[in-house]
């Protein structure tokens, strides 16, 4: 069996098979922000909550509360959290939720696992089956404690040689949605194999988030390789460059030599994606001594509280500030374009975030390339998108 398939059928009560339409059992659930819009629909059904415990509920999105009606949402989900016991509930000082889900163990191996995010596909890091879901199915798995699912089909990654050096894992899934494209996997469960089952959890976490942008249902690690799958892939990364996803889509992959030089307005390090301490190590160690160009805003997001003190026990927060970087409280606001470095018209961005989509970030007029760490810090230093290697 598939990694899928042996995990639905354990939450399923059966034995399935990809293509099987399935009512199954749920370990964890979460919402960010979103949570009001569950509370809403959670209300209307008129249900009682299934199981308190089991829910998560972290704020994230719009942090601090960037205008009156985030405000007011926020207000609605304390209240709620408060009236009916929700024990699992991180307020805007605590991170974001993918990094906050698996932090605190809430995701773990073999769980069954729902979120009302389309990067909930991150906890397949740790050997989860985890996916996103809309806010009113979110609030009827509130009720029910079940989700109702397709089986999908599996495909097997594997990954062969050794990193070039400046190439991470972010150059990686890159690398590996320039080749299949978004739609290259869509409701899809992709299993990986090879040189990356070797890296780091933070960077698994990048993989299995980044496979949200082929349309990926589920990304994991820790699967045996020995299922059925519908479709083999390999990559050979020994060679490549650091990548580059041009505007305005994710696929649109080039290599950094393509597009150096670009002017960017801003640069962006941080998030779900690439907000982890080895992160911010990567891009602290290019940019210790030097000054980020005097045209270029440079925004640095950990992507929890606990990330951003280890950062400070390290220095590497000073070294940032130094740089002349501003260093924001952990949050999505940036990344989703709702604030904390919206762009304007004309502008261009430098993001080692997740999505690239014309007005991501701001402006429909404005322009995002998405890119490792590692690029991002040499671009801010540059004012211009620069390679990595030669730092």
Same mark, same amino acid.
């Given at each position: ?8 059928? &354990? ?17 964890? !659930? ?25 829910? +998560? ?23 709620? +959290? ?25 995701? &773990? ?143 649109? !992959? ?39 160009? &005097? ?68 402006? &429909? ?27």
């Amino acid at each position: 069996m598939s990694m899928a398939e042996e995990i639905i059928s &354990k939450h399923a009560g059966q034995k399935v098979e990809a293509g099987d339409i399935v009512e199954a059992n749920v370990d964890k !659930v979460m919402s960010h922000d979103n949570a009001a819009l569950v509370i809403k629909k959670f209300k209307e059904i008129g249900g009682k909550l299934w199981d308190a415990d089991k829910i +998560v509920i972290i704020l994230d999105h719009r942090v601090p509360a960037n205008n009156i009606k985030t405000a007011e949402a926020h207000k609605s989900i304390r209240e709620f +959290v408060k009236e009916h016991g929700i024990k699992n509930f991180y307020d805007i000082n605590r991170g974001i939720c993918h990094q906050v889900m698996i932090e605190e163990g809430h995701a &773990k191996h073999g769980m069954l696992i729902v979120g009302t995010d389309s990067h909930t596909t991150s906890y397949g890091a740790v050997g989860a089956f985890s996916t996103g879901i809309g806010a009113t199915e979110m609030a009827s798995v509130w009720t029910t404690g079940k989700i109702w699912l397709k089986v999908p089909e599996s495909y097997k990654i594997t990954v062969n040689g050794k990193l070039p050096y400046m190439v991470f894992a972010k150059d990686v899934i890159l690398h590996i949605i320039g080749e299949m494209k978004a739609d290259g996997a869509n409701y899809k469960a992709c299993e990986f194999y090879g040189m990356v089952e070797n890296l780091p959890l933070a960077d698994k976490i990048t993989i299995s988030n980044m496979s949200m942008e082929m349309g990926a249902k589920a990304a994991m690690f820790g699967g045996d390789g020995k299922g059925y799958y519908e479709k083999e892939f390999e990559f050979d990364v020994s060679n490549i460059s650091p990548k580059i996803a041009a505007p305005h889509s994710v696929d649109n !992959v080039k290599d950094v030599e393509e597009v150096e030089g670009i002017e960017v307005n801003q640069a962006v390090l941080g998030s779900c994606t690439n907000g982890r301490i080895e992160d911010l190590r990567i891009a602290a160690k290019i940019l210790k001594g030097r000054k980020i160009s &005097k045209w270029t805003r440079m925004l640095v997001f950990p992507a929890s509280m606990n990330v951003y003190r280890q950062a400070l026990d390290e220095g590497l927060i000073k070294i940032f500030v130094d740089a002349g970087a501003v260093v924001m409280n952990p949050g999505c606001g940036c990344c989703l374009g709702a604030h904390q470095g919206i762009l304007a018209s004309g502008e261009r961005a430098i993001s080692s975030t997740n999505r690239n989509f014309r007005g991501r970030m701001g402006s &429909k007029e404005s322009e995002v390339y998405l890119a490792s760490p590692a690029t991002v810090a040499a671009s801010a230093i540059e004012g211009a998108i620069t390679d990595p290697r030669k730092y």
